[in-house]
């Protein structure tokens, strides 16, 4: 079963610009949730995680994402992004007791 | 630094062919992964290991069987390919689930089945 939904299969912003990417879980208590970024011919990277505390965390790069429990949501932001965060992003989470589940994945595309 | 490593790096076979992937990890990680990629699917577990001699299904364990023989070592084989098998595959690490569960990837193998 599906647990992780990232509805933007591609994203496109100029160089510069803000950056939030959308992630919604589907869980009936507060999950591990994670967000990797993965670089051309390159396996996946850790940007940030999120288990407990303060609901916006701070990643690589310049990156945070915040937790939203009302919304069911982990949102990954950048405040100006650069064209080398050109890559595919992806929401993973590890539901209470269970393992972790990614999801398809955003392709970030920055114009210069 | 964690290290995953995968070999071979490309891979072609031809239908019916017999293929191994290779994964070492040296992060003395107990849990090692198996995806496979494909555009609009993001990444799919095939099989999973927490331990050498253990297996556990993943969500598309279908034509894939694997072997976990150490704590670094983990293959996966595909005994008879097919054109739909043809993917990019991960090997992953971790330390375990819950506050453990940061993956570590490997470079990928590009498996391409004719």
């Known amino acids: 079963a599906q647990s992780v939904t990232q509805p933007d299969a591609r994203v496109t912003v100029s160089e510069g610009a803000s950056l939030q990417l959308r992630c919604k879980y589907s869980?009936?208590?507060?999950?591990?949730l994670f967000w990797y970024v993965q670089y051309p011919r390159q396996g996946l990277q850790l940007l940030l995680k999120y288990y407990s505390g303060d609901p916006v965390v701070q990643g690589v790069n310049g990156f945070e994402a915040e937790f939203s429990k009302s919304n069911s949501s982990f949102h990954l932001r950048k405040a100006s992004v650069h064209w080398s965060d050109s890559a595919v992003y992806f929401c993973a989470v590890i539901p209470y007791n269970n393992r972790i589940f990614f999801g398809d994945g955003t392709q970030l595309v920055v114009k210069p | 630094e964690a290290a995953v490593t995968q070999s071979p790096r490309n891979k072609v076979t031809v239908t019916g062919g017999n293929v191994t992937l290779s994964c070492r990890q040296t992060?003395?990680?107990?849990?090692m992964y198996w995806y496979r990629q494909d555009t609009g699917h993001g990444l799919r577990l095939i099989h999973y290991?927490?331990?050498?001699?253990?297996?556990q299904i993943g969500d598309v364990p279908d034509g894939y069987k694997a072997t976990r023989t150490t704590q670094e070592d983990f293959f996966l084989l595909l005994e008879l390919a097919s054109p739909s098998q043809t993917s990019l595959y991960f090997c992953?690490?971790?330390?375990?689930?819950?506050?453990?569960?940061?993956?570590?990837f490997g470079p990928g193998t590009r498996l391409t089945v004719l």
């Open positions: 992060n003395s990680h107990n849990y």
């Open positions: 869980s009936s208590v507060t999950p591990y």
């Open positions: 290991s927490y331990g050498a001699g253990n297996l």
């Open positions: 992953a690490s971790s330390d375990g689930t819950g506050n453990y569960a940061e993956q570590f």
